[in-house]
C-alpha cells in the first residue's frame, strides 16, 4: 500500500463511503453483508498481498455495523479483493465438539427443521448437555431421535420447544421435557424476527458450500432464513448427501454469514416410510375428489394416506396442465410430475414451478428436487401466505384431520389434550383455498376409528369434540369434509343444516346416536332427512 499521504486519505474515504452504504443498506433490510468483523484478521487474511495500513484498519473498526455478517475486503494496490471463500472456509471451520462448546446454561438453541436437524454436533452435545442446564432448544418435525434426548434426565438440563409434534416428541412430553409451540406456520419467520427470546446459537445441515461462497439449506427453506436473521451465532454442519434445492428466495446462507462449519459423516439424511399402499376408505375418498378438480388448478397436498391416494389417482387421471403450490412437498408429486401432469402453465405466480416450504419423504423425492429448477424452494411466509395462495386461480388444498363435531369445528392436532401433531399451515391453506377463484378446500377422514383403549370402534364425527381436542379449523371456515360416504360443502350453512350435511356422510353405524345428540344441542329439526 502506498505510504503516500494522499492515497491514505484515498482509502479512509472510501472505507466510509462503503461502510456508510452498508449501515444504509442492513438498516432497509436490503443488504446482508458489510465490512465489520475483519478489523483484526485482515493482516492475516491478506498475507499473500501487502499488509493494510492502521489507519484501514481503524476505519473498518469504527465502521462497525453488525459483527455477525462480514465480508472479507483487503486493499492491494489501489483496488478492492475479495477474499477466496476456500481461504474463509479453513478459517471457520471447526469441529463438532468445538461446536457444542459454544453452548452455555441458560442459552436457546436452534436445531433447524425435519431433514436439516444436526448430528454431529448434536453428538457432541448431548456429551456436553450434563455440565448445563436450563437449555432451550427449539426444531421440529424429527425424523430421528437426537443424541440430546438420549442423556440421562434431560428435564434435569434441556427443555424441546416444537413447533410441529411427532411419535419422537410425543415422547418426550411424557418424559417431561418437550413441549409444543403452536404456531400459524405461515407466521413462524415473524415470530422469530419479533420474538423477545434470545437464538444465541443455531446449527443445522446445510449442502456442501458452492463456488459463490453458499450454503444450500436443502428442502428446508421454511423459516430458516429468519432463523439465520435473528441468530447470534451459526454453525452449519456439512452434509454431502443433502440435495441442493433451487428457489426464489431465503433458501441458503453465504459463508460471510456462518462463525462456525462443521465437516460431519455425511449420513443418509432423514426419510419418511414409503407410503403403504392404499386402504380402500382411501380410495373411496380420493375417488370423490379427484373428479371435482379441473385441468390447471394448483395442488397442495397434506401428509398421510388419503392425500397419497388422491396424488396416485390423479397421476393416473386425464388432468393436465396442474400446478403446485404447497407447504410440504411430498412423495405423490413426484409421480404426478412424472406422469406428464405438472406443467405450472396456467400459475398466476411462479408460472411453470412447483413452490414448497419443505420436504420430507423418500429418496425418490430428494434425488427429485435435487438442483431440479422446476421446484422452487421458497420461506414459508411466501408458500403458506393467503395472498398467494388465493392468488392462484382453482387452488385445490386437501388436508387430514383427526375428528370433526356436528358444529364443523375441525381437530387436526391432538387426541384430547394428547398431542398428535400440530397446526401447522391447514388453516393457511382452508382460508387461502375459499378465497382463490374457483379454489375449494378438502378435509378429509374416514368415519371411523379403532379406539384402542375402549376396544371398540367409534366415529370420527363427533357431537362434540373430545374434551381438551384443539380447532384446528374453525366452523365458519371449513369447506369441504369428505369421508368414504361423502363429501359435503359446508359454507354458508345454519347449525341444523350443517349437523345434517354431517350425519349423512358419518358411519351409518352411528347415525341415529348422533341425530339424538344434535336433538340435545338443539341443532335438529323434525323435518332433517338422513
Same mark, same amino acid.
Given at each position: 500500500?502506498?505510504?503516500?499521504?494522499?492515497?491514505?486519505?484515498?482509502?479512509?474515504?472510501?472505507?466510509?463511503?462503503?461502510?456508510?452504504?452498508?449501515?444504509?443498506?442492513?438498516?432497509?433490510?436490503?443488504?446482508?453483508?458489510?465490512?465489520?468483523?475483519?478489523?483484526?484478521?485482515?493482516?492475516?487474511?491478506?498475507?499473500?498481498?501487502?499488509?493494510?495500513?492502521?489507519?484501514?484498519?481503524?476505519?473498518?473498526?469504527?465502521?462497525?455495523?453488525?459483527?455477525?455478517?462480514?465480508?472479507?475486503?483487503?486493499?492491494?494496490?489501489?483496488?478492492?479483493?475479495?477474499?477466496?471463500?476456500?481461504?474463509?472456509?479453513?478459517?471457520?471451520?471447526?469441529?463438532?465438539? @468445538?461446536?457444542?462448546?459454544?453452548?452455555?446454561?441458560?442459552?436457546?438453541?436452534?436445531?433447524?427443521?425435519?431433514?436439516?436437524?444436526? #448430528?454431529?454436533?448434536?453428538?457432541?452435545?448431548?456429551?456436553?448437555?450434563?455440565?448445563?442446564?436450563?437449555?432451550?432448544?427449539?426444531?421440529?418435525?424429527?425424523?430421528?431421535?437426537?443424541?440430546?434426548?438420549?442423556?440421562?434426565?434431560?428435564?434435569?438440563?434441556?427443555?424441546?420447544?416444537?413447533?410441529?409434534?411427532?411419535?419422537?416428541?410425543?415422547?418426550?412430553?411424557?418424559?417431561?421435557?418437550?413441549?409444543?409451540?403452536?404456531?400459524?406456520?405461515?407466521?413462524?419467520?415473524?415470530?422469530?424476527?419479533?420474538?423477545?427470546?434470545?437464538?444465541? #446459537?443455531?446449527?443445522?445441515? #446445510?449442502?456442501?458450500?458452492?463456488?459463490?461462497?453458499?450454503?444450500?439449506?436443502?428442502?428446508?427453506?421454511?423459516?430458516?432464513?429468519?432463523?439465520?436473521?435473528?441468530?447470534?451465532?451459526?454453525?452449519?454442519? #456439512?452434509?454431502?448427501?443433502?440435495?441442493?434445492?433451487?428457489?426464489?428466495?431465503?433458501?441458503?446462507?453465504?459463508?460471510?454469514?456462518?462463525?462456525?462449519?462443521?465437516?460431519?459423516?455425511?449420513?443418509?439424511?432423514? @426419510?419418511?416410510?414409503?407410503?403403504?399402499?392404499?386402504?380402500?376408505?382411501?380410495?373411496?375418498?380420493?375417488?370423490?375428489?379427484?373428479?371435482?378438480?379441473?385441468?390447471?388448478?394448483?395442488? @397442495?397436498?397434506?401428509?398421510?394416506?388419503?392425500?397419497?391416494?388422491?396424488?396416485?389417482?390423479?397421476?393416473?387421471?386425464?388432468?393436465?396442465?396442474?400446478?403446485?403450490?404447497?407447504?410440504?412437498?411430498?412423495?405423490?408429486?413426484?409421480?404426478?410430475?412424472?406422469?406428464?401432469?405438472?406443467?405450472?402453465?396456467?400459475?398466476?405466480?411462479?408460472?411453470?414451478?412447483?413452490?414448497?416450504?419443505?420436504?420430507?419423504?423418500?429418496?425418490?423425492?430428494?434425488?427429485?428436487?435435487?438442483?431440479?429448477?422446476?421446484?422452487?424452494?421458497?420461506?414459508?411466509?411466501?408458500?403458506?401466505?393467503?395472498?398467494?395462495?388465493?392468488?392462484?386461480?382453482?387452488?385445490?388444498?386437501?388436508?387430514?384431520?383427526?375428528?370433526?363435531?356436528?358444529?364443523?369445528?375441525?381437530?387436526?392436532?391432538?387426541?384430547?389434550?394428547?398431542?398428535?401433531?400440530?397446526?401447522?399451515?391447514?388453516?393457511?391453506?382452508?382460508?387461502?383455498?375459499?378465497?382463490?377463484?374457483?379454489?375449494?378446500?378438502?378435509?378429509?377422514?374416514?368415519?371411523?376409528?379403532?379406539?384402542?383403549?375402549?376396544? @371398540?370402534?367409534?366415529?370420527?364425527?363427533?357431537?362434540?369434540?373430545?374434551?381438551?381436542?384443539?380447532?384446528?379449523?374453525?366452523?365458519?371456515?371449513?369447506?369441504?369434509?369428505?369421508?368414504?360416504?361423502?363429501?359435503?360443502?359446508?359454507?354458508?350453512?345454519?347449525?341444523?343444516?350443517?349437523?345434517?350435511?354431517?350425519?349423512?356422510?358419518?358411519?351409518?353405524?352411528?347415525?341415529?346416536?348422533?341425530?339424538?345428540?344434535?336433538?340435545?344441542?338443539?341443532?335438529?329439526?323434525?323435518?332433517?332427512?338422513?
Amino acid at each position: 500500500v502506498s505510504q503516500n499521504f494522499h492515497d491514505k486519505l484515498l482509502i479512509l474515504h472510501i472505507v466510509n463511503v462503503i461502510t456508510k452504504l452498508c449501515r444504509s443498506a442492513e438498516l432497509s433490510g436490503s443488504f446482508p453483508c458489510c465490512l465489520s468483523g475483519y478489523h483484526t484478521a485482515m493482516s492475516e487474511l491478506c498475507a499473500n498481498y501487502q499488509k493494510p495500513v492502521n489507519n484501514l484498519q481503524r476505519s473498518v473498526r469504527a465502521g462497525s455495523v453488525n459483527d455477525k455478517f462480514t465480508i472479507p475486503l483487503c486493499y492491494y494496490r489501489r483496488g478492492w479483493f475479495i477474499m477466496d471463500f476456500t481461504e474463509l472456509y479453513a478459517q471457520k471451520k471447526m469441529t463438532a465438539a @468445538q461446536a457444542a462448546a459454544l453452548v452455555k446454561s441458560g442459552d436457546w438453541v436452534d436445531y433447524g427443521w425435519a431433514v436439516n436437524t444436526p #448430528v454431529a454436533v448434536d453428538a457432541e452435545l448431548a456429551k456436553r448437555l450434563p455440565e448445563l442446564e436450563g437449555v432451550n432448544f427449539r426444531g421440529g418435525i424429527l425424523m430421528w431421535v437426537p443424541a440430546i434426548f438420549q442423556i440421562d434426565d434431560p428435564a434435569a438440563h434441556m427443555t424441546w420447544n416444537s413447533w410441529h409434534m411427532g411419535g419422537i416428541e410425543r415422547k418426550a412430553i411424557a418424559q417431561g421435557f418437550s413441549f409444543y409451540s403452536p404456531i400459524r406456520y405461515s407466521e413462524l419467520p415473524r415470530y422469530y424476527r419479533e420474538s423477545p427470546d434470545p437464538l444465541d #446459537v443455531a446449527v443445522f445441515q #446445510v449442502t456442501p458450500m458452492d463456488e459463490h461462497g453458499y450454503f444450500n439449506f436443502g428442502p428446508s427453506a421454511s423459516h430458516l432464513g429468519a432463523v439465520c436473521e435473528k441468530a447470534k451465532k451459526i454453525v452449519v454442519e #456439512v452434509n454431502k448427501n443433502m440435495p441442493r434445492c433451487l428457489g426464489g428466495m431465503e433458501n441458503c446462507i453465504h459463508i460471510s454469514q456462518v462463525t462456525g462449519i462443521v465437516e460431519g459423516e455425511n449420513p443418509p439424511i432423514g @426419510q419418511m416410510a414409503a407410503p403403504g399402499a392404499a386402504t380402500e376408505v382411501d380410495l373411496k375418498v380420493a375417488n370423490l375428489i379427484v373428479p371435482q378438480i379441473p385441468n390447471g388448478a394448483c395442488l @397442495q397436498l397434506g401428509i398421510g394416506g388419503m392425500p397419497n391416494a388422491i396424488g396416485s389417482l390423479i397421476a393416473q387421471s386425464d388432468l393436465k396442465d396442474l400446478g403446485v403450490h404447497t407447504e410440504m412437498y411430498v412423495d405423490a408429486f413426484v409421480d404426478i410430475a412424472k406422469a406428464g401432469k405438472i406443467t405450472g402453465a396456467r400459475k398466476q405466480l411462479d408460472k411453470g414451478r412447483q413452490v414448497y416450504a419443505f420436504g420430507a419423504g423418500t429418496q425418490k423425492m430428494y434425488d427429485y428436487l435435487n438442483d431440479n429448477p422446476e421446484c422452487m424452494s421458497a420461506p414459508v411466509d411466501y408458500t403458506n401466505d393467503i395472498r398467494s395462495i388465493s392468488a392462484l386461480d382453482n387452488f385445490i388444498s386437501i388436508n387430514n384431520a383427526v375428528d370433526i363435531d356436528l358444529f364443523g369445528q375441525v381437530n387436526a392436532e391432538s387426541a384430547g389434550v394428547k398431542h398428535i401433531s400440530g397446526a401447522g399451515g391447514q388453516l393457511d391453506f382452508v382460508l387461502g383455498a375459499y378465497l382463490s377463484k374457483g379454489g375449494k378446500s378438502f378435509i378429509c377422514l374416514s368415519s371411523t376409528f379403532f379406539n384402542k383403549k375402549t376396544g @371398540q370402534l367409534e366415529s370420527r364425527i363427533r357431537p362434540t369434540l373430545e374434551n381438551g381436542s384443539i380447532i384446528t379449523d374453525t366452523r365458519a371456515n371449513l369447506h369441504y369434509l369428505c369421508t368414504e360416504y361423502g363429501c359435503v360443502n359446508l359454507k354458508g350453512l345454519t347449525t341444523w343444516e350443517k349437523a345434517e350435511a354431517l350425519i349423512n356422510v358419518a358411519h351409518p353405524d352411528f347415525r341415529e346416536e348422533l341425530i339424538k345428540e344434535a336433538e340435545k344441542m338443539h341443532i335438529w329439526r323434525r323435518s332433517n332427512k338422513i
